[in-house]
């Protein structure tokens, strides 16, 4: 069990795709098991580059990103943010990444639309990048927001997404109990549930 991040064919047996698909987006899951061991910035800039090619509206790049790495006073503010279920395994992580989306356009300082939905074309960029380079991105609702604005003075031109983690596979065993047993790649919905022609349907 210790090795299951390390071992594609786990997710292929727990995620049946329905149509082909490269391996990629199965074999891709979120686990917090994290060996503690540091990560290089070059690492951590292969993830921004990858980012940094992701389609945004009128190529706004509305995605904006503030890191902290483990050890340090930035870390320690970033880590506060963090409600306690998630500081019990993200204690291993090498970075943690805040990420913001800017909410308006540059050119027009009008309203974008679709800012959120453009830096999370970015994020699935993160993901895939870092399962492809081995490492383990998890992502983090699970924090206060209004203390992040505060803590890293963000204006309100800009929303507080979410927070990530990067860090290398770690042992399963080292998470708190009961951490072990949803550590596991999750299944996904029937493609019939979320997608309709012609019509919505509830």
Partial sequence: MSNLYHNPECCLVNRKTE?????????????????????????LMSLFEAARWAPSA??????????????????????????????????????????LSQNI???????????????GAAWMNIVLQGSINGLIVHGMSGLNYEKARTFFNISKEYNIEMMFAVGK??????????????????????????????????
């Fill in 105 to 119: 356009f540059e050119h027009n300082e009008m309203s974008n639309l679709t800012h959120s939905f453009d830096v």
């Fill in 58 to 99: 009128y190529n706004n790049q509305p995605r904006r990103f503030i890191y902290a790495k483990n050890g340090t006073p930035e870390w320690d503010k970033m880590f506060s943010l963090l409600v306690e279920f998630n500081q019990l395994w993200v204690k291993k992580a090498s970075f943690l990444v805040l990420v």
């Fill in 19 to 43: 149509y082909p698909v490269n391996n990629i987006f199965p074999e891709r899951w979120s686990p917090r098991a994290m060996s503690g061991e540091e990560i290089d910035r070059e690492e």
């Fill in 169 to 202: 596979p770690g042992k399963i065993e080292d998470l708190p109990p009961e951490m072990q047993e949803r550590e596991l790649p999750s299944d996904r919905k029937k493609i019939e549930e979320f997608v309709f022609e012609g019509e919505f349907k509830k």
